[in-house]
């Protein structure tokens, strides 16, 4: 078992909806990354938490460090959101980033 | 922008031969980390560099080494290239060694062929 599971691994939307993305670790954390990535490969930090929630425009990211689980929502998707969404942990022990799978987002007008 | 630099963008290499792919980090960063991302996968954890030494190291072997300079900018080095190294190259630059943000660069995609 991955230590860091994302979840949809595909997800495809129509313009408007609301999504979420959710990000379950299994390891100790000093802090948990959102990423996003764009077809040709750079990597973008949205978001950096350690508890509670954080909002950057569309963008909003929660985490629960109870149930080791946190989650990314874009409220009123575009099809500019379209890209993969990478939750990454960083471990608390050795504070090297642990990865998830990624998820490829697909936003259709 | 993230302030994070890599060259070359792209190069393709013949297996066998070493490669040298550079990053400029954001100024006072002095923490530099390297990924490989394979098609359709997640970055992969080569090593970590805090002032000038390495102080971390995935699960890669030695023929990938690297460097950071005192302006903070890094390299990596791979010998003996094999068809597998073909990847997306990433390196991430942040202050300190411990909890801080991460910038990306644009990465270096390197096809060995």
């Known amino acids: 078992k991955n230590e860091v599971e994302q979840s949809p691994q595909n997800l495809t939307a129509q313009e408007g909806e609301f999504i979420t993305i959710n990000c379950s670790y299994s390891?100790?954390?000093?802090?948990l990354h959102w990423l996003q990535q764009h077809p040709g490969g750079g990597i973008v930090s949205l978001f950096m938490?350690?508890?509670?929630?954080k909002k950057h425009g569309r963008l909003i990211a929660t985490i629960n460090i109870q149930e080791k689980h946190s989650s990314l929502h874009i409220t009123a998707s575009h099809p500019r959101d379209s890209a993969v969404y990478i939750c990454?942990?960083?471990?608390?022990?050795?504070?090297?980033?642990?990865w998830g799978a990624g998820t490829k987002l697909i936003i259709k007008p | 922008e993230t302030g994070v630099t890599q060259s070359p963008t792209h190069l393709i290499k013949t297996r066998g031969q070493q490669v040298t792919l550079r990053c400029s980090s954001q100024?006072?960063?002095?923490?530099v980390s390297w990924y490989q991302q394979a098609l359709g996968q997640g970055p992969q954890f080569i090593f970590q560099?805090?002032?000038?030494?390495?102080?971390g190291r995935g699960n890669f072997p030695p023929r990938f080494s690297g460097l950071q300079f005192p302006n903070y900018s890094s390299e990596l080095n791979v010998n003996a290239l094999e068809l597998d190294d073909s990847a997306l190259y990433l390196c991430?630059?942040?202050?300190?060694?411990?909890?801080?943000?991460?910038?990306f660069g644009q990465g270096t995609r390197l096809t060995v062929v």
């Open positions: 991430a630059s942040r202050l300190g060694s411990m909890n801080t943000e991460a910038f």
């Open positions: 100024s006072g960063h002095n923490t």
């Open positions: 560099y805090y002032r000038e030494e390495e102080n």
């Open positions: 390891v100790g954390i000093s802090a």
């Open positions: 938490l350690s508890s509670g929630k």
């Open positions: 990454a942990v960083r471990s608390n022990s050795n504070y090297q980033l642990i």
